[in-house]
Structures are given as C-alpha cells and as structure tokens.
C-alpha cells in the first residue's frame, strides 16, 4: 500500500513565522500535490510537482512556497504565516508520467496560526 | 475550475440508494472520485476516462457523459460505512493535477 506521511497532524504557530510543512511517500511516485481543505470549500490546489525540483502553480499559490529536492519528499513552505491561511492541509501523490493516475493522500495536517 | 456538485447534502436510510452528480463548465478529459470519512485523509474510489465508461467498486458505480460535462455517482443499497464527504476531481487536460469539487456530504442512518 502506498504511505503518504505529514510530518504533523496539528500545528500551532504565530502570524509572521516562517511555517514548514512537510510530506514524505514511500512508493516512488513523481508527482506531489499540496491541497488546502476548507469547510464549504472542497479541495483546493496549492502547488503540484510532477519531478524533482519541478513545480507548477495551482490554484491558489499566494503566500506559499514549495520545494523538492528529493523524489520522496515534497514541502510546502508559508513564507510569513497569516490567521488566513488557518486550515487543514492535504498532502498527496501519484504515479507518473502517465496522466489518470489515482491520488494518494496522507492524513493532513491541521494547522491553526495564531 | 472547480466542478460543481449536487446535492451538497444527503441523508439516507440503510437499503436506500443516492445520486451524486458532478458538472463542469468545460470539456473534461476524465474525472475522478473519492471518499473522506471524518478525521481521516480522501480515499479513491474510482476514475472515469472521456468515453462514457462506466465503472463500479464494490455496489458503488460511476458513469462519465463527455457531451455533457458531467459524472453521476451511484450508490446502491447503501451501507452505514457508505457515509463521509464524496468529492469528484474532473481534469481537463491530459495533466496531472484535478480540481475538486466541494463535496456531497452522505449520511446513511441505520
């Protein structure tokens, strides 16, 4: 089975501070996503990398960074955290380079910026 | 853009089966759907390629219309496990990320 492992289920932090989450999966996949999850709002892309240090934009990438150095592992980076961007964080993956592959999710971090 | 589904909410006895339909406003090249029970992360379930191919998991099936922009989900003889928040990713391009839908809430009562 594939394992799609966030680093913390509930995170704290402070406006202004730097925000670290990371993602790690087991299974080889080449393509990582990052989805913000908000009541009435569904599921919403952050950010997806379909390579090693290759990223492309989703939907809502404002206030958000990414890297990935390693195929494994993919982290989403809040350069200076705000109340707004309090949420539930999905991190997911799937095999590549072939499209209509199923995603992968790990269980989400809940972070909450005071 | 983000698909839009129908109903936002359903509430079913055991036995009784549900509907969840899933529209876009542009050509779809595939859509896929998933379950997420409380607490924990989104599960697929199944995906559905332009076509009209209708699949099925378990007595849960889908069906894809190209011309209409459109996949319907059917649940039969729903279970209590069956209950969580349904959402379809539609893509529009063969690329690799989906926008989702903001889900269909299923409850099934004993």
């Known amino acids: ?114 | 853009q983000q698909p839009v589904q129908s109903p936002q909410a359903v509430i079913l006895r055991e036995g009784e089966d549900a509907v969840i339909n899933c529209s876009s406003s542009k050509a779809l090249y595939s859509v896929h759907w998933y379950r997420q029970k409380h607490g924990e992360a989104p599960v697929f379930l199944m995906i559905l390629l332009k076509g009209g191919e209708q699949k099925g998991h378990e007595k849960i099936s889908a069906s894809f219309n190209e011309k209409k922009q459109q996949s319907s989900l059917y649940l039969t003889a729903s279970q209590l496990s069956y209950s969580g928040t349904y959402f379809c990713g539609t893509e529009v391009n063969s690329g690799y990320a989906l926008n989702f839908g903001k889900g269909t809430s299923l409850l099934v009562t004993p």
């Open chain 1, 1 to 114: 089975d594939v394992k799609v492992t966030q680093s913390s289920r509930y995170l704290v932090k402070r406006t202004g501070e730097k925000v670290f989450l990371e993602c790690v999966q087991d299974m080889d996949h080449e393509n990582m996503f990052w989805y913000r999850q908000d009541p009435g709002l569904g599921l919403r892309l952050i950010y997806f990398s379909y390579d090693v240090k290759m990223k492309e934009k989703g939907d809502i990438p404002e206030g958000y960074s990414v890297s990935r150095e390693k195929k494994e592992r993919f982290s989403l980076i809040l350069e200076s955290a705000s109340t707004n961007q309090t949420s539930m964080y999905l991190c997911a993956s799937s095999w590549g380079p072939a499209p209509n592959q199923p995603q992968h999710f790990g269980d989400g971090t809940r972070l909450s910026i005071l």
